[in-house]
C-alpha cells in the first residue's frame, strides 16, 4: 500500500482485534506522517516529521562583550545565541550565553532533507496463522553536516551542543567556563526507515488475549562527531546509543551504549565518535535507499583534522 494513495485523507484497517490507523498529513512547512498498532492489551505509534528543503548557513563573529551607554546609563554586557535544526528527528542544537569578554565563533551548517518518496506500509497474513505482521518502508533522507569553533576568554561563558539521529544522540556541555576553546565537526545522515510490528490474534476461545509480540523501529542511519577543548570550568561530556527492539514495558527503546563524563578544572578534551547502524533487508525493493543529494553522497566530507593532536597546546 503506498502513501500516495493516502494524501490528505486517513485510512483505517481493522482485522479482527487488531487496530492499524494511517494519518498523512502535509502543509506549507512539512510533511508528516503517523500510524497507531492496537491490540486490547498493547499498543504502539509512530510519527514521523520532515520536509524538502536546503540549507545552507556560514557564520563569522569576532569581537568584545562589552558595557554599553544607553540613554544615561551603561547596560550589563551580553550575549546569547541559539539554534536548532531538525528534521525527521535528524536534530542539531546550539545554545551559547557569554558575560564581559572577548569572544568570537566561526562555523558553517548544511542541511538538506527531501520527502519526495512515497511511504509504505505492507501487512502480512498467513492463512490459519495467528501472526500478522505489519511493516513500514521509509526513504525520506535527511543529511546535516555542521562544523563551529568558539574561542573566548572573560568573565563567564556556558556552551552547549547536541546532535542526534532517530533515538542516538551527542552532547557537550561547557558550564562558568573564564576560557574556553571548543571546535566541534558533527555530520548525521539517515537514508531510510524501516518499522516492523508483529502481532498475535487468537481465537475468541482463547484464554490469552490479543497482543503485540514485538516492535523493531530501524533507520539506517550515521553520526560521527569529533571535538576538541580546552575548558577551565566545568565541561558534561555525553552520549546514548539505542537498540532497535521497542520496550513494550518502558514505552522506551532501550539504551545500548551509554557514556556521562564531567570534568571540573582545567582540562584538555579530544574526543572522535563515529557511529554507523545499517539493517539488512529493510528497504523495499532490491533499489536500495536514496542517499545522495547534489553532490553530497559523500556525506562526511568533513574537514579531515587531527583536532590538535601534534600541535603545541599551551594556554589558549
Excluded at 16 to 41: E, H
Excluded at 146 to 170: A, H, K, P, T, W
Excluded at 272 to 295: A, E, Q, W
Amino acid at each position: 500500500m503506498s502513501m500516495d494513495s493516502l494524501r490528505g485523507k486517513h485510512r483505517l484497517f481493522v482485522i479482527v482485534a487488531l487496530i492499524i490507523v494511517i494519518a498523512f498529513l502535509i502543509n506549507v512547512d512539512a510533511t508528516i506522517w503517523s500510524s497507531k498498532v492496537k491490540t486490547n492489551t498493547s499498543a504502539w505509534s509512530i510519527e514521523r516529521d520532515s520536509q524538502n528543503i536546503s540549507f545552507e548557513l556560514t557564520q563569522s563573529v569576532r569581537g568584545v562583550v562589552s558595557p554599553v551607554d544607553y540613554r544615561g546609563r551603561s547596560l550589563s554586557p551580553y550575549h546569547s545565541s541559539f539554534y536548532e535544526l531538525q528534521e525527521n528527528d535528524v536534530l542539531l542544537r546550539s545554545r551559547t550565553s557569554a558575560l564581559e569578554g572577548n569572544y568570537s565563533l566561526e562555523g558553517s551548517i548544511f542541511l538538506k532533507a527531501d520527502t519526495t518518496e512515497s511511504v509504505n506500509v505492507i501487512l502480512t497474513k498467513v492463512a490459519n496463522s495467528p501472526y500478522i505482521l505489519v511493516n513500514y518502508f521509509e526513504s525520506w533522507p535527511v543529511i546535516i553536516k555542521s562544523n563551529r569553533q568558539i574561542n573566548y576568554s572573560g568573565e563567564n561563558i556556558n556552551d552547549m551542543s547536541l546532535v542526534g539521529n532517530n533515538q542516538d544522540f551527542l552532547a557537550s556541555n561547557f558550564l562558568y567556563n573564564k576560557q574556553l576553546f571548543a571546535k566541534t565537526n558533527a555530520g548525521m545522515l539517515l537514508t531510510g526507515m524501516n518499522a516492523t510490528v508483529l502481532a498475535m490474534l487468537l481465537p475468541e476461545s482463547s484464554k490469552f488475549n490479543d497482543t503485540l509480540i514485538s516492535v523493531n523501529f530501524k533507520p539506517n542511519r550515521e553520526m560521527i562527531y569529533g571535538i576538541w577543548a580546552e575548558s577551565t570550568g566545568i565541561a558534561d561530556l555525553n552520549y546514548k546509543l539505542t537498540d532497535s527492539e521497542y520496550d513494550f514495558k518502558h514505552s522506551i527503546y532501550p539504551t545500548v551504549i551509554e557514556s556521562d563524563e564531567r570534568y571540573a578544572g582545567r582540562f584538555s578534551i579530544l574526543r572522535n565518535i563515529n557511529s554507523k547502524t545499517v539493517f539488512l533487508n529493510s528497504t523495499k525493493d532490491d533499489r536500495g535507499i536514496p542517499c545522495c543529494f547534489d553532490g553530497h553522497s559523500d556525506l562526511f566530507s568533513l574537514p579531515k583534522e587531527d583536532f590538535g593532536l601534534g600541535r603545541n597546546q599551551g594556554n589558549i
